[in-house]
T-cell receptor, first 118, second 113 residues
């Protein structure tokens, strides 16, 4: 069965520090998609990135970067030079085919609460 | 482009009462999802629609929850009767089609007393 593990429940850093959020996933599918979402205190889930299982190229977007490693089933997220506005809950999610069904199913980890202190 | 709209944003009810939530997806998105997010956890899929048909409702507690998307656009999720454990945030999401990226609305925070 598909599973997403975010071992870090809470992380607290001081502004300008770099921080890495870990994500480990389990799936039997060869085609799947990985996501990161941000949930600020307002509650809305904000899409950050989507990767498919055939594209292991790391990605950088401004202060954000993602490291996808199939060999270790990990999809880690790094924020460089963190800012107070980065404070939020971050969710890693896996989309793979719903065995027994006809759809792709998005499974979320439990999230990591990141607090960036000034 | 307008995002996913949900209403109400907050709702407080007593147990055994009924409640309904409304969602309007991003224009043109064929797939609509309802999730339940309990405090401290990630969202859990309740039901997925493709146009006006149900694709997956395997985790919907059908004895008390129901959902519809009659014209393939907006959708309502109903709970009747509500239980204390239904207190959660109910999130609606939409995507152009499965398995494209899902975009989420602001959610409805439900408190059952």
């Amino acid at each position: 069965a598909q599973k997403v593990t975010q071992a870090q429940t809470e992380i607290s850093v001081v502004e300008k520090e770099d921080v890495t959020l870990d994500c480990v996933y389990e799936t039997r599918d060869t085609t799947y998609y990985l996501f990161w979402y941000k949930q600020p205190p307002s509650g809305e889930l904000v899409f950050l990135i989507r990767r498919n299982s055939f594209d292991e190229q790391n990605e950088i977007s401004g202060r954000y970067s993602w490291n996808f490693q199939k060999s270790t089933s990990s999809f880690n997220f790094t924020i460089t030079a963190s800012q107070v506005v980065d404070s939020a809950v971050y969710f890693c999610a896996l989309s793979d085919f719903n065995s027994g069904g006809s759809n792709y199913k998005l499974t979320f980890g439990k999230g990591t609460l990141l607090t960036v202190n000034p | 482009e307008a995002g996913v709209a949900q209403s109400p944003r907050y709702k407080i009810i007593e147990k055994r009462q009924s409640v309904a939530f409304w969602c309007n997806p991003i224009s043109g998105h064929a797939t609509l999802y309802w999730y339940q997010q309990i405090l401290g956890q990630g969202p859990k899929l309740l039901i997925q629609f493709q146009n006006n048909g149900v694709v997956d409702d395997s985790q919907l507690p059908k004895d008390r929850f129901s959902a519809e998307r009659l014209k393939g656009v907006d959708s309502t999720l109903k709970i009747q009767p509500a239980k204390l454990e239904d207190s959660a945030v109910y999130l609606c999401a939409s995507s152009p089609h499965d398995p494209e990226t899902q975009y989420f609305g602001p959610g409805t925070r439900l408190l059952v007393l």
